[in-house]
């Protein structure tokens, strides 16, 4: 098999091949183009055709790809992503130095001749058979642009490719024909633009816009000469004559194609010489493709973007449909990122959760009644290194989370409390909740078969002097599970599952919920993007809006641009309002004096709920304002991190809570991002206290997620083990270790339930 010279050079084999083409291909013009009515051409070739008249004769032009810009919500840009680095410009917006330098090296008789340039077949012909290698080609302009146009339209597809570019006569002769029709429905101009928009200059860089901006950081209409010439060069072969690699082989090429343009008289000889003196004047831009490159840390919102795009059918009847629109690009998407937002919840990661640390965090912000995403964010950024991730923490396996999101703990407990006061139960209804009990049975299902505790499970609170009885507001604020059992025995398990439904609360595998009482207590993986939304529901009076991250897209094909559909916020009413504010005012207790003070904001109305799973694998707040809903997750993606007796940010922690760490980090990322916007307030209902001479007998010197942390008791923190092995699961899940926490969490059938 002949091989290619380094430099893109052609062995003898090649060239031999090459000069046999041309003179067949001269002969095949002349009997077949020249004289169309002698109609067969009588090639035996491989490849060839049998008739020059029964070659198709359309040239269906695919869109030209172009990069696709991904903004924020002011339409600052967060990143550019592409299949080809393209911008498409118009002919006016191109150097005029430019179209001379390309028409003068490519093809100096392009406003001459018509498709096919019979004179420069027989020059080249001629001059091939003097020298005995080939030195000079016969395509025109017009007939390179119509094989670009082959290559285009293959894509990445490397058979199609193959396809495109194989040097067979039939292929040469489709290509001539072709041509023939460009010339005819196009004109020289129009051609030379489409050319300069197709061509590929290198270093990523389709098109002369964006060959421009890589080489000189500049547009194509202000190109000076030598610059127009040594990208005027490159064409023939980017490999060879790449400027950034080999600047003596660049340079030898421009200044062949400055004298080529004084040959021709686009410039003087004095003007080429001087033009010849002057440096190359790189000034390279580098490649920034995909989200990766995303500012504002914003590349896990930016690759959300990306799977929202794929797999909504707004954007396309199939994934492959919209795919292809995607790759096409041409693209400029206006997303819901609120830079303020942004950067205060990366901060606040970054203040409390160090990059190198056993255990990663991850919170999303979502705006209540627009379901807007606001921000989000976590602590393992985007790459392929140590400490660095794919995996965005904040959403479903299916757009590009973890497997199975993460154990929610007693952040689930606010959607039982819901579904009982649907159900008609009062903001004051109590249960004996002793420390310890097995989980009641029978609790009645939606299928009608009830659910039966045959393993005899038992479920304690976190320490033994928290004994009932309790009503509601006082067993939030404490997040005391032998009463969240009890309520959901009293009112079975179909009411949950139809409000977890209503809030759209689905596992992080896109499961549905299992119907089993320790679901109640956080025992399945959840995402934090769904966490924050079912939550905004509360903060929007009960009404729960599908998140959205699209604004608006507007889409250019070629110079023309459209706007697109995008994807609404579906918003449905999951609860009347009377129970959102009775949840609002029962979770505003969580933060006055409950388990998350150390998460409550000083300065505007707020509500939100800690959660710690079992081993402590999984820490949670979930908390919003009136106007902004967040959820904070923090543990190890593997779950195979116990956060006990460990550093997270620089401090130490003997036991971590959903108060303790994550709480606060919410605390600083909603701080933040509200600074200088409204604050607005709950529409809170009153809740007669507790009986006070009742003496309960209550442990007041510790809740798990307090900040008050009980003596070590020997028992290294498993006195609250909730049980709840119902899946019959362990709740250690997932693979083992790969370094900088990169792994996907486990499903995660363990208890779950800690505050």
Same mark, same amino acid.
């Given at each position: 098999?002949?091989?290619?010279?380094?430099?893109?050079?052609?062995?003898?084999?090649?060239?031999?091949?090459?000069?046999?083409?041309?003179?067949?291909?001269?002969?095949?013009?002349?009997?077949?183009?020249?004289?169309?009515?002698?109609?067969?051409?009588?090639?035996?070739?491989?490849?060839?055709?049998?008739?020059?008249?029964?070659?198709?004769?359309?040239?269906?032009?695919?869109?030209?790809?172009?990069?696709?810009?991904?903004?924020?919500?002011?339409?600052?840009?967060?990143? %550019?992503?592409?299949?080809?680095?393209?911008?498409?410009?118009?002919?006016?917006?191109?150097?005029?130095?430019?179209?001379?330098?390309?028409?003068?090296?490519?093809?100096?008789? *392009?406003?001459?001749?018509?498709?096919?340039?019979?004179?420069?077949?027989?020059?080249?012909?001629?001059?091939?058979?003097?020298?005995?290698?080939?030195?000079?080609?016969?395509?025109?302009?017009?007939?390179?642009?119509?094989?670009?146009?082959?290559?285009?339209?293959?894509?990445?597809?490397?058979?199609?490719?193959?396809?495109?570019?194989?040097?067979?006569?039939?292929?040469?002769?489709?290509?001539?024909?072709?041509?023939?029709?460009?010339?005819?429905?196009?004109?020289?101009?129009?051609? $030379?633009?489409?050319?300069?928009?197709?061509?590929?200059?290198?270093?990523?860089?389709?098109?002369?816009?964006?060959?421009?901006?890589?080489?000189?950081?500049?547009?194509?209409?202000?190109?000076?000469?030598?610059?127009?010439?040594?990208? #005027?060069?490159?064409?023939?072969?980017?490999?060879?004559?790449?400027?950034?690699?080999?600047?003596?082989?660049?340079?030898?090429?421009?200044?062949?194609? $400055?004298?080529?343009?004084?040959?021709?008289?686009?410039?003087? %000889?004095?003007?080429?010489?001087?033009?010849?003196?002057?440096? $190359?004047?790189?000034?390279?831009?580098?490649?920034?493709?995909?989200?990766? %490159?995303?500012?504002?840390?914003?590349?896990?919102?930016?690759?959300?973007?990306?799977?929202?795009?794929?797999?909504?059918?707004?954007?396309?009847?199939?994934?492959?449909?919209?795919?292809?629109?995607?790759?096409?690009?041409?693209?400029?998407?206006?997303?819901?990122?609120?830079?303020?937002?942004?950067?205060?919840?990366?901060?606040?990661?970054?203040?409390?959760?160090?990059?190198?640390?056993?255990?990663?965090?991850?919170?999303?912000?979502?705006?209540?009644?627009?379901?807007?995403?606001?921000?989000?964010?976590?602590?393992?950024?985007?790459?392929?290194?140590?400490?660095?991730?794919?995996?965005?923490?904040?959403?479903?396996?299916?757009?590009?989370?973890?497997?199975?999101?993460?154990?929610?703990?007693?952040?689930?407990?606010? *959607?039982?409390?819901?579904?009982?006061?649907?159900?008609?139960?009062?903001?004051?209804?109590?249960?004996?909740?002793?420390?310890?009990?097995?989980?009641?049975?029978?609790?009645?299902?939606?299928?009608?078969?009830?659910?039966?505790?045959?393993?005899?499970?038992?479920?304690?609170?976190?320490?033994?002097?928290?004994?009932?009885?309790?009503?509601?507001?006082?067993?939030?604020?404490?997040?005391?599970?032998?009463?969240? !059992?009890?309520?959901?025995?009293?009112?079975?398990?179909?009411?949950?599952?139809?409000?977890?439904?209503?809030?759209?609360?689905?596992?992080?595998?896109?499961?549905?919920?299992?119907? !089993?009482?320790?679901?109640?207590?956080?025992?399945?993986?959840?995402?934090?993007?769904?966490?924050?939304?079912?939550?905004?529901?509360?903060?929007?009076?009960?009404?729960?809006?599908?998140?959205?991250?699209?604004?608006?897209?507007?889409?250019?094909?070629?110079?023309?641009?459209?706007?697109?559909?995008?994807?609404?916020?579906?918003?449905?009413?999951?609860?009347?309002?009377?129970?959102?504010?009775?949840?609002?005012?029962?979770?505003?207790?969580?933060?006055?004096?409950?388990?998350?003070?150390?998460?409550?904001?000083?300065?505007?109305?707020?509500?939100?709920?800690?959660?710690?799973?079992?081993?402590?694998?999984?820490?949670?707040?979930?908390?919003?304002?009136?106007?902004?809903?967040?959820?904070?997750?923090?543990?190890?993606?593997?779950?195979?991190?116990?956060?006990?007796?460990?550093?997270?940010?620089?401090?130490?922690?003997?036991?971590?809570?959903?108060? #303790?760490?994550?709480?606060?980090?919410?605390?600083?990322?909603?701080?933040?991002?509200?600074?200088?916007?409204?604050?607005?307030?709950?529409?809170?209902?009153?809740?007669?206290?507790?009986?006070?001479?009742?003496?309960?007998?209550?442990?007041?010197?510790?809740?798990?997620?307090?900040?008050?942390?009980?003596?070590?008791?020997?028992?290294?923190?498993?006195?609250?083990?909730?049980?709840?092995? %119902?899946?019959?699961?362990?709740?250690?899940?997932?693979?083992?270790?790969?370094?900088?926490?990169?792994?996907?969490?486990?499903?995660?059938?363990?208890?779950?339930?800690?505050?």
């Amino acid at each position: 098999m002949p091989k290619k010279r380094s430099g893109g050079g052609l062995s003898p084999t090649q060239q031999a091949a090459k000069f046999l083409g041309v003179s067949v291909l001269a002969g095949a013009v002349l009997a077949g183009i020249a004289l169309p009515a002698v109609g067969a051409l009588g090639l035996a070739a491989k490849g060839s055709v049998e008739s020059f008249d029964a070659l198709p004769a359309n040239l269906k032009t695919p869109p030209l790809s172009q990069r696709t810009t991904i903004l924020d919500a002011e339409g600052g840009t967060i990143a %550019t992503v592409y299949s080809r680095d393209r911008t498409v410009v118009d002919l006016k917006d191109i150097s005029p130095y430019m179209q001379k330098a390309i028409v003068a090296i490519e093809d100096s008789r *392009f406003y001459e001749h018509g498709a096919i340039d019979l004179k420069g077949v027989l020059r080249a012909l001629n001059k091939n058979a003097r020298s005995g290698e080939v030195s000079e080609g016969a395509s025109t302009l017009t007939q390179q642009y119509v094989k670009n146009v082959f290559v285009e339209e293959a894509g990445d597809d490397p058979t199609k490719v193959a396809q495109a570019t194989q040097q067979t006569i039939g292929r040469k002769i489709q290509e001539l024909k072709l041509a023939i029709q460009v010339e005819e429905e196009l004109g020289k101009k129009k051609i $030379l633009e489409n050319y300069l928009n197709i061509t590929f200059f290198g270093q990523q860089a389709y098109g002369v816009e964006a060959a421009s901006q890589r080489y000189f950081s500049k547009h194509a209409k202000d190109l000076n000469v030598q610059e127009a010439a040594l990208l #005027a060069g490159i064409v023939q072969s980017p490999s060879r004559y790449d400027p950034v690699n080999d600047e003596a082989e660049a340079t030898k090429r421009r200044n062949v194609v $400055l004298n080529r343009m004084a040959q021709v008289g686009d410039i003087s %000889t004095a003007e080429a010489e001087k033009a010849k003196k002057a440096p $190359l004047g790189l000034k390279v831009s580098k490649p920034k493709n995909g989200c990766i %490159t995303a500012v504002k840390n914003a590349s896990f919102f930016c690759d959300y973007v990306r799977e929202v795009f794929l797999s909504d059918k707004v954007f396309g009847k199939t994934r492959k449909d919209r795919a292809k629109v995607w790759n096409q690009g041409g693209l400029t998407i206006r997303t819901t990122l609120d830079p303020q937002a942004q950067a205060s919840v990366q901060q606040s990661l970054k203040d409390h959760v160090n990059q190198s640390d056993s255990v990663a965090a991850a919170s999303t912000l979502v705006e209540p009644g627009t379901g807007k995403v606001l921000a989000m964010g976590q602590t393992k950024p985007y790459g392929y290194g140590k400490n660095e991730t794919e995996i965005n923490y904040s959403v479903d396996h299916g757009m590009g989370g973890s497997n199975y999101g993460f154990p929610t703990g007693s952040t689930f407990k606010p *959607f039982v409390a819901a579904a009982a006061l649907e159900e008609g139960r009062p903001a004051t209804q109590e249960y004996s909740s002793p420390y310890e009990m097995p989980y009641p049975e029978p609790v009645q299902t939606c299928s009608g078969k009830p659910w039966m505790n045959t393993a005899g499970e038992k479920v304690p609170n976190e320490s033994e002097s928290e004994v009932g009885p309790y009503r509601l507001k006082e067993a939030m604020a404490l997040s005391v599970n032998t009463y969240f !059992v009890q309520m959901v025995a009293d009112i079975g398990l179909c009411p949950v599952m139809k409000m977890t439904d209503a809030l759209h609360v689905v596992q992080g595998s896109g499961e549905k919920l299992p119907e !089993v009482p320790a679901v109640s207590l956080g025992s399945k993986g959840v995402a934090p993007l769904t966490m924050a939304s079912a939550y905004a529901a509360f903060a929007s009076r009960g009404m729960y809006c599908t998140p959205i991250v699209i604004e608006s897209i507007t889409q250019k094909i070629g110079n023309k641009q459209k706007s697109l559909d995008v994807p609404k916020s579906t918003c449905s009413r999951a609860m009347s309002e009377k129970t959102a504010d009775t949840v609002n005012t029962l979770l505003q207790g969580v933060v006055d004096s409950g388990t998350g003070k150390e998460a409550g904001l000083t300065d505007r109305a707020n509500a939100g709920k800690t959660g710690t799973t079992d081993e402590r694998k999984n820490a949670w707040f979930v908390g919003y304002t009136p106007n902004l809903s967040g959820a904070v997750w923090v543990g190890s993606a593997s779950q195979q991190v116990q956060m006990k007796n460990i550093t997270i940010g620089g401090q130490y922690h003997e036991l971590v809570f959903g108060g #303790a760490v994550p709480g606060p980090i919410w605390k600083d990322a909603m701080t933040g991002a509200l600074a200088g916007k409204n604050s607005p307030s709950f529409n809170l209902v009153h809740i007669p206290d507790e009986d006070k001479d009742k003496d309960k007998g209550k442990n007041k010197d510790k809740d798990e997620d307090s900040d008050k942390e009980k003596p070590d008791d020997g028992n290294n923190g498993d006195d609250g083990f909730i049980g709840g092995l %119902t899946d019959g699961g362990t709740g250690n899940g997932g693979p083992g270790g790969f370094p900088g926490g990169n792994l996907i969490q486990g499903p995660g059938n363990g208890p779950g339930g800690r505050r």
